[in-house]
């Protein structure tokens, strides 16, 4: 589940996770202490505060909520805990919820 988390990260920001760590020894210490790659949220949608710099460009009519609800899907998949994170199952249905959700506010948005 650690490493969907991760590979959801890797499709949504189109970047490599820890592309700048020297060795794999740093990555491994990174990781085992409890780094994670950065969540980058619409401005209007970041859980905690962040340096501006971090701000993620999310695609154009990303509906409300939705950013967020996807980095809460990545974030819990990598926690530091991992009997705290969800079964396959469950981050599963809640990735297709996610989709949903999107599709439908796509179908609703006015075409231009």
Known sequence: ?????VLLWTLMTRERPWQRCGSRKELVARVTSGERPPLRLPHAEMLRPQPPQLVH?????????VASRFAELVR??????PA?????????????AI????????ARAPSR
């Open 1 to 5: 589940v650690y490493s969907f988390g």
């Open 57 to 65: 460009l999310w695609p154009a009519g990303t509906p409300p909520g």
């Open 76 to 81: 819990a998949c990598w926690h530091h805990e």
């Open 84 to 96: 705290a994170r969800p079964d396959m199952s469950t981050a599963i249905t809640e990735l297709q």
């Open 99 to 106: 989709a949903a959700e999107s599709a439908a506010a796509a």
